[in-house]
């Protein structure tokens, strides 16, 4: 039988708003008082910005309100390891950015019951719409991405690339899980994005960032463009 649903805070509001590569106490603050819904840490990835060590993601997991959504980017896969790893870092969720076996997504549920788990898809073909629908059985959150898992250095996120959003149109009318659009996101094209996908959320990193640091001026005409779509 399929898993129900778990419910995500705040569906019936607007587009839900996940700032990315939070470096710090300081900036995740920034991004609360933008709207932000959910703030996404990044743990050690093979590629890709905004990398912080765990130590850091726990004291931002612990400043912020508990009703945060605490995503912790982990590019772990065996299930145990995943485990240990949001109990050290005390987030409230997890993004697994890489493809895991049946038997991690079997741990996550036993170990920690009261976490969310979102799986990203990394879109490259329609092979993605099977890909989605079948992690969609085992998490609460997707999350369409554009990175290339295939590389020798797997790209994970952080690439700042757009990918075809009609396969990810398509993800969103094919599964029954919010799902949260990324790569390349920005103030300029985030209202096409939420029109063309329709996505219970968007993901952004570097389009809200100048010289790697968190932009209050592009977060507010990001939040301002959000409401336009």
């Known amino acids: ?49 905004g990398v912080i060590d765990d130590a850091t993601i726990a004291a931002i997991a612990r400043a912020v309100p508990r009703e945060v959504a605490t995503f912790l980017l982990t590019s772990r896969t065996d299930g145990a390891a995943i485990v240990e790893h ?13 493809t895991v076996p049946t038997a991690a997504h079997v741990a996550l549920r036993r170990e920690l019951p009261l976490v969310r788990v979102v799986q990203v898809i990394h879109v490259r073909d329609a092979s993605s719409v099977d890909e989605a629908r079948a992690a969609a059985e085992h998490v609460d959150v997707l999350l369409l991405d554009s990175g290339n898992p295939a590389l020798a250095v797997k790209e994970l996120g952080g690439t700042g690339r757009v990918h075809d959003w009609s396969v990810s149109r398509a993800i969103v009318e094919a599964v029954d899980r919010p799902v949260f659009l990324a ?47």
């Open 183 to 229: 790569g390349g996101i920005r103030p300029e094209n985030v209202a096409e994005a939420i029109r063309a996908v329709r996505p219970h959320g968007i993901d952004l990193c570097s389009g809200v960032r100048t010289d790697g640091r968190l932009d209050s001026a592009k977060l507010a005409r990001l939040v301002a463009a959000m409401s336009d779509a």
């Open 1 to 49: 039988m399929r898993r129900r649903a778990r419910r995500v805070p705040g569906a019936e509001r607007m587009t839900k708003l996940k700032v990315c590569c939070i470096a710090s106490v300081d900036e995740a603050k920034l991004a609360l008082r933008h709207g932000a819904w959910a703030l996404g840490l990044v743990a050690e990835m093979p590629s890709g910005p």
């Open 86 to 98: 949001v109990v050290a870092t005390g987030v409230n969720t997890v993004q697994l950015v890489d």
